[in-house]
């Protein structure tokens, strides 16, 4: 069972891309910095996708730092490794990622976005790519971290997804431009970037994983992300993760390696991805709505992706600590 998840061009819907999002193929929506003027047109460009399918997931990169889509209109959200340095101790630390997770949520869902692809899982290596993205260079501090920041999150109701599975800091390259490579034997890579996955997965902190577009050569010779080892026998069976894997962008450079659309689509869904990303190409996108077989699937998963009404309504409520945790982030932004 798996979707699509696709993009837009603008700000506006155009007449051809709401007769896409119809699809029953089409499972989610994901935006970026071009579909954003401010922050009432951002609302009226989800209402309008709303009235087409409103069981559709709406989904943005917000992660804070460099990787934040939307800004004029909102706060800006630190970068996470920034946190760690910033804090006087770990408690204040752990604090503050826990309301800012809180605001990077609570302004999303209060346009009436679904989820952002967060919190990165990755460890501080050589990635420059991820840099300051990571919230440490050890598996320990990434977990505490994260555990705190998805807490946050989970006050205003959205989920989490961790990302890049198993792990994408000891790799130079970056996957959106060439082909990656991490030669490090499975042991050491279960034993060290491994452990925030297994970690907040066992402790059901995480509804999705995004795997990343990495080949470990010592593992396997597909990415993760084509890779029923890594998603099947390592993230379901091992790991006992339940909740969906939403494949990496697979018009990257890193997802060539399994050849044209359909066969990247067929690649992804066959190693065991449930919802499957084509951004930034369009024709890509509408190949994989013609002349191809997807799998059955169930509402059930788009579901399990809504946020928490009850938490939600809460927290739109809760303005002092919005307020708040506005004002901690605009002292930690640079």
């Given amino acids: 069972m798996s979707y699509l998840m696709l993009d837009v061009a603008g700000t506006q819907l155009q007449g051809d891309e ?26 009226e460009l989800v209402r309008s996708v709303r009235r087409l399918r409103p069981e559709l997931i709406i989904a943005v990169d917000h992660e804070g730092g460099r990787v934040q889509r939307f800004r004029d209109g909102f706060s800006q959200i630190p970068a996470m490794g920034s946190i760690l340095p910033a804090a006087q101790d770990t408690a204040q630390a752990l ?16 346009c009436d976005i679904d989820l952002s692809f967060a919190p990165v899982l990755d460890l501080h290596g050589i990635s420059e790519v991820i840099g300051k993205r990571s919230f440490a260079s050890d598996a320990a ?19 989490a997804v961790g990302k890049h599975f198993p792990g994408h ?3 130079a390259a970056d996957t959106h431009h060439a082909q990656a490579l991490d030669n490090r034997p ?5 034993a060290n970037d491994m452990q925030p996955f297994e970690t907040l997965i066992a402790e059901g902190a995480l509804q999705g994983i995004m795997p990343a577009h990495v080949i470990y050569p ?59 990303l084509v951004c930034n190409e369009p024709e890509g ?44 982030a605009a002292r930690l932004h640079p």
């Fill in 169 to 171: 800091g000891s790799v």
């Fill in 95 to 110: 604090d503050w990622a826990k309301e800012l997770g809180f605001l990077m949520a609570i302004e999303l869902l209060a």
């Fill in 186 to 190: 499975l042991a050491e890579i279960a």
């Fill in 285 to 328: 996108a509408r190949t994989l709505l013609h002349d191809f077989t997807w799998p059955h699937s169930t509402a059930g998963m788009l579901a399990s992706l809504k946020p928490d009404q009850g938490r939600l309504l809460d927290a739109l409520q809760n303005e002092s600590r919005w307020q708040s945790a506005a004002a901690l």
């Fill in 218 to 276: 010592q593992v396997d010779a597909k990415p993760a992300g084509f890779s029923p080892f890594w998603l099947q026998q390592v993230l379901r069976q091992q790991l006992r993760f339940a909740g969906v894997i939403f494949s990496d962008d697979l018009g990257m450079k890193g997802a060539a390696f399994a050849g044209d659309f359909r066969q990247r689509a067929n690649a992804a869904i066959a190693a065991g991805c449930d919802m499957i």
């Fill in 18 to 43: 709401a007769e896409v999002l119809q699809h029953p193929a089409v499972g989610g929506l994901i935006l970026f910095s071009r579909n954003y003027q401010s922050r009432e047109q951002l609302i």
């Fill in 141 to 159: 501090t990434v977990t505490t971290l994260a555990r705190s920041f998805i807490g946050g999150m989970q006050d205003a109701g959205m989920v």
